[in-house]
């Protein structure tokens, strides 16, 4: 696993999903292997790639170590699918993931997170958040922004969060279909 290998294979994997990213060319895929990645830095996704998981999204896991580490997307075309993201923590205005972009995000569980001063979790103001879980994440509101022409759809959210959607400065932003435990 060191960061010189050339990722194109299972047995040769990049050491870090940051180095993928870097590495990966528009209409690439980085592949997450089943397995907890514990990340040492952002992860920024500012080129049209897929970045997914190999398995379900409770076997690929993302882990911020409560460091201070968040996922931004802020580029279109790109699609975040399969994975768990989980201890991230963010002291900023926006969330643990960022949708910025307009680009999918799809099938992935937000749990255990704690993004302090953040709003929410997920955080979007542009693009497709669907058929998301979040769940025990502790913020100043803990479900889903969706604020421009972002869409929600179909995601479900534990009894613990609420589904927080507001709309600024916007009448674009839409939500169907989602479902609160509560």
Request: hydrophobic share 40%; with cysteine.
């Given at each position: 696993?060191?960061?010189?290998?050339?990722?194109?294979?299972?047995?040769?994997?990049?050491?870090?999903?940051?180095?993928?990213?870097?590495?990966?060319?528009?209409?690439?895929?980085?592949m997450?292997?089943?397995?907890?990645?514990?990340?040492?830095?952002?992860?920024?996704?500012?080129?049209?790639?897929?970045?997914?998981?190999?398995?379900?999204?409770?076997?690929?896991?993302?882990?911020?170590?409560?460091?201070?580490?968040d996922?931004?997307?802020?580029?279109?075309?790109?699609?975040?699918?399969?994975?768990?993201?989980?201890?991230?923590?963010?002291?900023?205005?926006?969330?643990?993931?960022?949708?910025?972009?307009?680009?999918?995000?799809?099938?992935?569980?937000?749990?255990?997170?704690?993004?302090?001063?953040?709003?929410?979790?997920?955080?979007?103001?542009?693009?497709?958040?669907?058929?998301?879980?979040?769940?025990?994440?502790?913020?100043a509101?803990?479900?889903c922004?969706?604020?421009?022409?972002?869409?929600?759809?179909?995601c479900?959210?534990?009894?613990?969060?609420?589904?927080?959607?507001?709309?600024?400065?916007?009448?674009?932003?839409?939500?169907?279909?989602?479902?609160?435990?509560?």
């Amino acid at each position: 696993d060191s960061a010189e290998t050339s990722g194109t294979d299972k047995s040769a994997p990049f050491a870090t999903i940051t180095n993928a990213i870097a590495k990966a060319e528009a209409d690439d895929t980085v592949m997450l292997l089943k397995g907890t990645h514990k990340i040492t830095s952002n992860i920024a996704v500012n080129k049209a790639i897929i970045v997914c998981g190999e398995g379900r999204n409770d076997e690929v896991i993302i882990d911020g170590q409560s460091q201070g580490y968040d996922i931004k997307v802020s580029v279109g075309g790109a699609l975040l699918h399969s994975f768990s993201f989980i201890n991230m923590f963010k002291g900023s205005s926006s969330g643990a993931i960022e949708l910025a972009g307009v680009s999918v995000v799809s099938n992935l569980v937000a749990r255990n997170n704690n993004v302090g001063g953040a709003r929410f979790p997920i955080y979007a103001t542009k693009g497709l958040v669907t058929h998301c879980w979040v769940t025990n994440n502790t913020a100043a509101q803990t479900g889903c922004y969706v604020s421009g022409t972002a869409i929600l759809e179909n995601c479900y959210f534990a009894a613990e969060d609420e589904i927080n959607t507001e709309i600024l400065n916007s009448i674009n932003s839409t939500t169907v279909g989602n479902f609160d435990k509560d």
